[in-house]
């Protein structure tokens, strides 16, 4: 139990539908991110969040769009993906933004048909 | 361009064994460097290494760091299966956490 919960933990969704995935942490931490994970590349940074704030957008197509109501949840809705897009999506906090290390949940595994 | 570059990509040892893992750094406003471990799921967090030359332990894991030449190690002794998983480096150049592409490890019995 790493106190970052994600949900669903495993999505299958074909290219024309619309889902969010969800990730709540019970660390009491400011920062939250999301990260992408395929197969034989390493873990991509795709959006950072400071207080609720988006801080960073790694270049992320606009078909994912990050949404975090508060410190603790974060959502990430997706709509017309790609099948490049199914991956390990993965969800992390620290307790500021550039802190140290990051706590990871157990990610969404998604699958574009 | 910011990269980080673990190697070897696999490994395969039998119980017992000690094992060496290498991560090599290029990064800017470099800070620390962090190794996870990953099996399923999650990657759980192991080090974190911000000073030179100052070996980290836990149990049978340690790393240490080395900043003239931009890399660290991990290194485990006394293998055991459940030390089979992906270990990932990273470091965090300014904002960004700029993650290795992992080492496979399997420990056989």
């Known amino acids: 139990e790493t106190g970052v919960t994600q949900t669903p933990r495993h999505l299958v969704m074909g290219m024309t539908n619309k889902k969010s995935l969800k990730c709540e942490q019970h660390?009491?931490?400011?920062?939250m991110y999301w990260y992408k994970q395929s197969a034989k590349k390493p873990l991509e940074l795709m959006f950072v969040y400071n207080f609720k704030e988006q801080t960073e957008n790694n270049s992320v197509p606009s078909r994912f769009s990050p949404e975090c109501p508060n410190s603790s949840h974060l959502f990430l809705h997706l709509h017309t993906l790609q099948p490049e897009d199914s991956a390990l999506y993965l969800c992390?906090?620290?307790?500021?933004?550039?802190?140290?290390?990051?706590?990871f949940g157990d990610g969404t595994r998604l699958s574009i048909l | 361009e910011d990269k980080v570059v673990q190697s070897p990509l696999s490994l395969v040892v039998h119980e017992g064994d000690t094992v060496t893992l290498n991560c090599s750094y290029e990064v800017t406003n470099f800070r620390s460097l962090l190794w996870y471990k990953q099996e399923k799921k999650a990657p759980t967090f192991l080090f974190m290494l911000t000073s030179s030359g100052i070996e980290k332990k836990s149990g049978r894991l340690s790393s240490i760091l080395d900043k003239k030449e931009l890399f660290s190690i991990l290194n485990i002794t006394a293998t055991q299966t459940g030390d089979s998983a992906v270990y990932l480096c990273?470091?965090?150049?300014?904002?960004?956490?700029?993650f290795g592409g992992g080492t496979r490890l399997m420990v056989k019995p």
């Open positions: 990273a470091a965090p150049p300014g904002n960004m956490l700029t």
């Open positions: 660390l009491g931490h400011n920062a």
């Open positions: 992390a906090s620290s307790q500021r933004h550039n802190d140290q290390p990051q706590h």
